[in-house]
């Protein structure tokens, strides 16, 4: 069965970076894109990007251009977002999803990164 | 940016009756429209990709309609594990998600 688990939940300061990490399992990784969507604390969903994990592609929303990226490694079925410079209200967890095409079919569980001084 | 618009807010219903969620586009987004079930402290849920195509698994009390700017999520003969916040999701330009209708008891 399709499977994506994530990675622990995060402590970081202002102005740092975190790394989030997704690995798949259940299906050909390579076949599909992995997107990232954030919940902030008792807010709604926010998508903020996709890699295709056939080629590398991306595609960041405006919101996160500059300040995210991600990457996948072929070889462990696993995918990767960073996000640097954070601020207080980067706090939320992060979820990775299977993307066939435009929508996200399954889950991760969720990593709740907090930004906090 | 194309904005996605939940209504209600909240929508309280009696179980074993039906619901009617509503999610409206800015602009025309075809029929690339998702919806997801989210109960609290868990991962969102595929429920219909494409506007009207039930994802693996989900139950056929679940239809999805519309096309264009204006679509809704049917839930007939609501059962107690339904209640949970529904959130639409465009994926014509880009991605949005609208800000989720929560469905209550």
């Known amino acids: 069965q399709v499977q994506l688990v994530q990675s622990g939940a995060e402590v970081k300061k202002p102005g740092a970076s975190v790394k989030v990490s997704c690995k798949a399992s259940g299906y050909t990784f390579t076949s599909y894109s992995i997107s990232w969507v954030r919940q902030a604390p008792g807010q709604g969903l926010e998508w903020m990007g996709y890699?295709?994990?056939?080629?590398?592609?991306?595609k960041y929303a405006q919101n996160f251009q500059g300040r995210v990226t991600m990457t996948t490694d072929p070889s462990t079925s696993t995918a990767y977002v960073e996000l640097r410079s954070l601020r207080s209200d980067d706090t939320a967890v992060y979820y990775c999803a299977r993307d066939p095409s435009g929508y996200e079919d399954y889950w991760g569980q969720g990593t709740l990164v907090t930004v906090s001084s | 940016e194309i904005v996605m618009t939940q209504s209600p807010a909240t929508l309280s219903v009696s179980p074993g009756e039906s619901a009617t969620l509503s999610c409206r586009a800015s602009q025309s987004i075809s029929s690339n429209l998702a919806w997801y079930q989210q109960k609290p402290g868990q991962a969102p849920r595929l429920l219909i990709y494409?506007?009207?195509t039930r994802a693996t698994g989900v139950p056929a009390r679940f239809s999805g309609s519309g096309s264009g700017t204006e679509f809704t999520l049917t839930i007939s003969s609501l059962q107690s594990e339904d209640f949970a916040i529904y959130y639409c999701?465009?994926?014509?330009?880009?991605?949005?998600f609208g800000q989720g209708t929560k469905l209550e008891i």
């Open positions: 890699i295709s994990a056939y080629n590398g592609n991306t």
């Open positions: 999701q465009q994926y014509h330009n880009w991605s949005f």
């Open positions: 494409g506007a009207f």
